[in-house]
């Protein structure tokens, strides 16, 4: 199983960006596919999970801010991120879970900078 992650890069606080996640396997297949995010000198953090059944858990620092959707038809989740803070930079993961075993995709960059 491969998760393909893209979509980082800088942004000035207030701006977007968009992630996307693509899976090798049906994202269907997944019990939880999402992203995490690490900043340095912190910990790695959920910030947003599909779980099956279609729902979808955010951290509380995101919400209202951060959106998760699934592209069924190209097995890929993608993260939107508006009104984005400095504090929202960090290395973002795709994570997915599948079966006993979890997936990790490389990271990407999010930098948010004037």
């Known amino acids: 199983v491969q998760l393909q992650a893209s979509g980082g890069g800088l942004v000035q606080p207030g701006g977007s960006l968009r992630l996307s996640c693509a899976a090798s396997?049906?994202?269907?297949?997944?019990?939880?596919i999402g992203w995490y995010r690490q900043a340095p000198g912190k910990q790695r953090e959920l910030v947003a999970v599909?779980?099956?059944?279609?729902?979808?858990d955010y951290a509380d620092s995101v919400k209202g801010r951060f959106t998760l959707s699934g592209d069924i038809g190209r097995d890929m989740v993608h993260l939107k991120m508006n009104s984005l803070k400095p504090e929202d930079t960090a290395v973002y993961y795709c994570?997915?879970?599948?079966?006993?075993?979890?997936?990790w995709g490389q990271g990407t960059q999010v930098t948010v900078s004037s």
């Open positions: 599909i779980r099956s059944g279609g729902y979808t």
């Open positions: 396997e049906n994202i269907f297949s997944f019990v939880t």
């Open positions: 994570h997915g879970y599948r079966g006993s075993n979890a997936y």
